[in-house]
């Protein structure tokens, strides 16, 4: 070949080279702008949530919540405090990306954070069944860390999966963390949605029974049924199984929802449990801390007490309690127990700083979140105003404060303690770190 030809071959493979490069950039391109489009039409998608069609929240007087639109509000005038699109992985959830969270909200909506309570106690109305423009306008005035249900908010699978579905879409769109969405489905006669007429599920055993065969399996068995058909209805949080070991036969409290007397026995099959839960991405809620198996009186009605010391308490009801704890449980439920030998009084352990903060917290190494039982049974309620409790049980050391008589009564005695001092904001954002470093793991429900 000679050389001219050569040279003209080589011009000619250099502008091929040249016009596939121009090619590929042209292409590269249109796919980044492609993925920015979308990047920024789902941003804005984020923050117009659909209304339901029609608003299931029905007042005393058998009223329709909502105009009747379907419209949620626009958020766009509302304020933007927290971002968390991108930080619902557990990689994102180190204390920087939580200080981050914290630094953008309102004492208000920290506080607000601190609380889960029934539909009914956001929204005002007699009972809800669906989440609509009611709930919306709800989260928005007052961001709630959760919601409970109960049988009268149920009505078939259909409307359960709608219902929780749409009130996580709506704290998506307002920005807020995910909810946790709760319910008592322990098995046996405590199964809300089991034993309800318009769900057609597989029934577990009381956990008595299940403590008899004395097969952990089994155990685990009944927390993945649960664990299996509450995911699919968008909840979250399941208050048990009931860790309490049963040392008083004359209990009146737990009786067959407690696996036995035997604390080791009682330990491993809570293990059990809450494994078969957590392996359905539901949390479990060990109860009833420390110890409502040997108690007398019912918390429910009135004072129920032990009259047992720490050391007789480490013998039996704390076991369960310790091991937990050693394989880094989430949640403990405090109970209303009364413990006169160690207090030197009838404060509940759930109002005790002695009891939350100087055992759980500092001698059982528990760093996990401490949850009320509900604040609205008869040992709270007749004995301590709604906002006296909520900000007792903070200043005890609890984290998440379970429905209160008057949660709104709660809810201001909280701020109102933080701005007289009785209550320090760093102190609420200790809960608020623990609260969201659980919250930005979980995955939001889709329908």
């Known amino acids: 070949m000679t050389t001219r030809g050569h040279s003209r071959k080589k011009r000619k493979q250099t502008g091929m080279k040249w ?29 117009h949530p659909a209304g339901t069609d029609a608003s299931q ?50 004492l208000e909506q920290k506080t607000a954070q601190l609380f889960i309570i029934t539909p009914e106690a956001l929204t005002g109305f007699k009972t809800v069944t669906q989440a609509g423009d009611t709930t919306y306008k709800a989260l928005q005035e007052y961001p709630v860390g959760g919601l409970i249900y109960f049988p009268q908010n149920l009505q078939n699978p259909g409307q359960l999966k709608t219902m929780t579905a749409k009130t996580q879409e709506f704290a998506s769109g307002l920005n807020q963390p995910p909810l946790f969405l709760s319910i008592d489905e322990e098995g046996g006669k405590v199964a809300r949605i089991a034993n309800h007429q318009g769900f057609d599920l597989p029934k577990v055993d009381t956990m008595a029974e299940i403590g008899k065969t004395g097969d952990t399996s089994r155990a685990y068995e009944a927390g993945s049924v649960i664990g299996e058909y509450l995911e699919e209805f968008g909840i979250n949080l399941d208050f048990a199984p009931d860790a309490d070991v049963l040392t008083n036969p004359d209990n009146t409290v737990v009786l067959d929802r407690s696996f036995g007397s035997d604390p080791v026995l009682v330990t491993q099959m809570v293990k059990a449990y809450m494994q078969g839960l957590e392996e359905h991405h539901v949390y479990g809620t060990p109860k009833h801390f420390p110890g409502h198996g040997a ?10 007490y032990t009259y047992k010391t720490w050391d007789e308490l480490e013998q039996a009801e704390l076991v369960p309690f310790a091991g937990l704890i050693q394989d880094n449980t989430p949640f403990i439920m405090a109970g209303h127990i009364s413990l006169p030998q160690i207090t030197g009084d009838d404060t509940p352990s759930s109002l005790s700083s002695q009891v939350l903060t100087d055992y759980l ?11 009320t039982d509900a604040l609205n049974m008869g040992a709270i309620q007749d004995n301590y105003p709604p906002d006296r409790a909520a900000v007792m049980a903070l200043q005890a050391g609890a984290d998440l404060l379970l429905m209160p008589a008057d949660f709104k009564e709660a809810y201001n005695g909280v701020l109102d303690a933080v701005k007289t001092g009785e209550l320090t904001e760093e102190r609420i954002d200790q809960s608020l770190t623990r609260i969201l470093g659980l919250k930005l793991t979980l995955p939001r429900h889709k329908r």
């Open 19 to 47: 016009l596939y490069i121009t090619a590929a950039g042209l292409v590269c391109a249109v796919i980044l702008a492609a993925i920015l489009f979308k990047i920024r039409a789902g941003s804005m998608d984020s923050r």
């Open 57 to 106: 929240e029905t007042g005393a007087a058998g009223d329709r919540a909502g105009d009747g639109t379907g419209d949620s509000p626009n958020p766009e005038n509302q304020p933007d405090p927290v971002s968390l699109s991108d930080k619902t992985n557990a990689d994102n959830t180190d204390n920087a990306d939580i200080r981050a969270v914290i630094s953008q909200m309102s």
């Open 295 to 304: 108690t007398e009186g019912d918390s429910h009605k009135g004072f129920a």
């Open 361 to 371: 917290r500092e001698t059982m190494g528990y760093n996990g979140i401490i949850i």
